[in-house]
């Protein structure tokens, strides 16, 4: 996905995945969809393959004031790799153009670039550009956000939340943080918490029950990358915890 005005009519496209390769370029075809009133194209690669994508951040309220991260080549890049800015939104409501502002910095060559919530969970928008003053100044930096087309464009919405009110996850899913914590017991199956070390951490909130022989236990440990409640019985009785997780940022 890109702006509308960088691929204009009739242009033949082509990319790399990760980097900017004008040696390794695979062919990219221009789909037919069309975001009416938005800067906006849908580009697919020509070779069948199963690609790693993206899914959109739903434009809330609480974004407000977040942090973001812009992503792009700006000019004639030298190394090929991408350039990330970082910055907040600073409204989420559309202009005119359906553009929302930010202060994230985005220079020529950034256009229809990627706009990423701060924990990564998902595409907040696309570069659209700047705004400038009568004196030449900039007014503030233009983001085309993803949710305003991408029903057109048959998009996947993130699982995970973009943002958050709270650092403290809701384990439950039900978005009341105030639920009993989650819990696990001797007998049972390790309980995965489902939340991943570079989202944010989990700890024992509370233990209960017999803790009869000195090797018996309960903790949180990693298991490929996320948290998971366990623990050990080596003497009879019961015993177990209650596990909280907090973001690293919300």
């Not at 005119?96 to 907040?124: A, R």
């Not at 570079?198 to 996320?226: H, M, Q, R, W, Y």
Request: net charge negative.
């Amino acid at each position: 996905m890109t702006a509308r005005h960088v691929v204009p009519d009739g242009s033949i496209c082509a990319g790399s995945i990760g980097v900017a390769d004008e040696f390794d370029l695979q062919r990219l075809n221009i789909q037919p969809q069309d975001a009416v009133g938005f800067d906006a194209k849908l580009l697919k690669f020509a070779r069948s393959d199963e690609y790693e994508f993206a899914q959109f951040c739903p434009m809330e309220q609480l974004a407000a004031r977040k942090k973001i991260f812009v992503a792009g080549f700006p000019g004639k890049t030298e190394t090929g790799a991408p350039s990330y800015r970082e910055g907040i939104l600073s409204t989420t409501e559309l202009n005119s153009t359906g553009v929302i502002e930010t202060d994230g910095q985005s220079v020529g060559g950034m256009s229809g670039g990627p706009v990423f919530s701060e924990n990564l969970n998902g595409l907040v928008g696309i570069v659209s550009g700047a705004q400038f003053a009568a004196d030449g100044a900039v007014s503030y930096y233009g983001i085309l956000p993803v949710a305003s087309f991408a029903a057109t464009f048959n998009l996947t919405p993130s699982p995970k939340p973009c943002y958050s009110q709270y650092r403290l996850i809701d384990l439950f899913g039900t978005g009341d943080i105030d639920v009993e914590d989650l819990w696990w017991e001797t007998g049972e199956a390790p309980l995965e918490l489902k939340v991943n070390e570079t989202e944010g951490f989990c700890f024992l909130a509370g233990i209960f029950g017999e803790f009869n022989d000195p090797s018996d236990s309960v903790e949180i440990l990693l298991k490929e990358g996320f948290f998971v409640l366990n623990g050990e019985n080596f003497n009879g009785g019961s015993h177990g915890a209650y596990a909280k997780c907090v973001r690293y940022s919300h």
